[in-house]
């Protein structure tokens, strides 16, 4: 699942972990960070360089659950790409990338 959420952009799959855990990773240490303060039991970031996704944390499913459902009941905004405006500009300019992209998918996919 990918999730672009106030917090950052996360890639969460269940892999190389519990059962009950799902690994949440991230392109930048600084995601995990911020999705910890939000969900404490989101474990420590491992730096692994030569997969794609750079940074990683185990938690259990239950955890990461309830933070989601806390972003959820959270929203309080209209449109998210004005809402996380104010992050750097590289960050958004993938941002608006990645939106773009899945517009352009949607037009080609109605023609």
Known sequence: MWLFCEAGFFSVVHKDCQDDELM??????????????????????MHTPHGDY????????????????????????????AHVHGADAARMSAYYRVWSAMADWQARRER
């Open 54 to 81: 750079h940074y990683r944390a185990l938690v259990k499913r239950a955890h990461l659950a309830e933070t989601m459902a806390a972003l959820v009941d959270g929203i309080d905004y209209g449109n998210f790409k």
């Open 24 to 45: 949440v990773r991230a392109r930048a240490a600084e995601d995990l960070d911020a999705l910890r303060r939000r969900c404490p039991g989101l474990g420590p970031t």
